[in-house]
Structures are given as structure tokens and as C-alpha cells.
Nanobody
């Protein structure tokens, strides 16, 4: 049984930085693309960032390029999302995602989801 456990969410102010972590179990982590998606209230879940199994390739949504950085530590079965210069429009529940597909850009490519962690950015 695959489990993806996110942590690191919370309430921050505009311009702050925050790091999300996602620990995976029940899968061969180094064989999976990992990603982050987010869903704001009353909006559809959207792609944020993804990283290939080796960590050498990444994709970012245009809205977060230059501000967010995704990385992974295969020895710890963990993927991270370092967020900086946070804006109120980044407010959403952030979901960790695992996929056997690369590039990981769409929700339809995701095989497993975490439970989500809420980030609220106040202005």
C-alpha cells in the first residue's frame, strides 16, 4: 500500500518562504516521478512541479517558476518543495503525487496522492 505523507504547511505572510516535505512508503521510490499539485477553494487541482526519478529533470508551472524548487532524496524516500516569495494566490492545499510516468504534468498521470497540506498566505 502506497502512502505519501506531506508536512510543512501552515500560515505565512506574503514574501515568506516555506518547505514542504513528502515521505513515501510502499513503493520503489527511486523508480517513480514525484510531483506537487495544489488546489485552491472552488478551483480544480493544478500542477505545480515535478521531478524525475533520478532528480535530474524537473518541470514547473509558469506561476511558480523562479520561486519554487522541487528536489528529492531517494535515500530518504522524500520529495521536497522549497517555496519562496510566497503570494496570496499560492494559498491552497498542496498534494504530493507519485507517478510511473514522465513527464508528470497532469493529474491524470498521477497514480497515488498524499492527503494534502494546507498553505495559507496572508497579505
Amino acid at each position: 500500500q502506497v502512502q505519501l505523507i506531506e508536512s510543512g504547511g501552515g500560515l505565512v505572510q506574503t514574501g515568506d518562504s516555506l518547505r514542504l516535505s513528502c515521505v513515501a512508503s510502499g513503493l520503489t521510490f527511486s523508480s517513480y516521478s514525484m510531483g506537487w499539485f495544489r488546489q485552491a477553494p472552488e478551483k480544480e487541482r493544478e500542477f505545480v512541479a515535478s521531478v524525475r526519478w533520478t532528480g535530474g529533470n524537473t518541470y514547473y508551472a509558469d506561476s511558480v517558476k523562479g520561486r519554487f524548487n522541487i528536489s528529492r532524496d531517494n535515500a530518504k524516500n522524500t520529495v521536497y518543495l522549497q517555496m519562496s516569495k510566497l503570494k496570496p494566490e499560492d494559498t491552497a492545499t498542496y498534494y504530493c503525487a507519485a507517478s510511473g510516468t514522465w513527464p508528470l504534468l497532469r493529474t491524470s498521470y498521477v497514480g497515488d496522492w498524499g492527503q494534502g497540506t494546507l498553505i495559507t498566505v496572508s497579505s
